[in-house]
């Protein structure tokens, strides 16, 4: 499974962007998609994440300005995040859960990252 971020840059305090992040591959099915961050000195965390069933669950920090979406088809997670902050400032890392059946009939549960994405929020 591999996962290519897009949407990262440099945005002003108060504005918006949208991340998208596309699993590529096959014989693997997905559970859940999200997007975690990691500043300069810090742990990575949690931003938010999305279920095969569309229930989503975010940091308290970005909640109530961010969304989280999903479209199966294309086997693709956003985030658009708005109002956001310098503290939003971050390299954001896409994630995968997911399983397989691997040849010997075993199930195989698996996590993938993407590659990361930088977002700045800066004036």
């Known amino acids: 499974v591999q996962l290519q971020a897009s949407g990262g840059g440099l945005v002003q305090p108060g504005g918006s962007l949208r991340l998208s992040c596309a699993a590529s591959?096959?014989?693997?099915?997905?559970?859940?998609m999200g997007w975690y961050r990691q500043a300069p000195g810090k742990q990575r965390e949690l931003v938010a994440s999305i279920t095969s069933s569309g229930s989503s669950n975010f940091a308290d920090s970005v909640k109530g300005r961010s969304t989280i979406s999903r479209e199966p088809a294309k086997n693709t997670v956003y985030l658009q995040m708005n109002s956001l902050k310098p503290e939003d400032t971050a390299v954001y890392y896409c994630?995968?859960?997911?399983?397989?059946?691997?040849?010997?009939?075993?199930?195989?549960?698996?996590?993938?990252w993407g590659q990361g994405t930088q977002v700045t929020v800066s004036s």
């Open positions: 994630a995968l859960d997911g399983s397989r059946v691997l040849s010997g009939g075993n199930l195989q549960v698996f996590r993938s």
């Open positions: 591959g096959s014989g693997f099915r997905i559970t859940d």
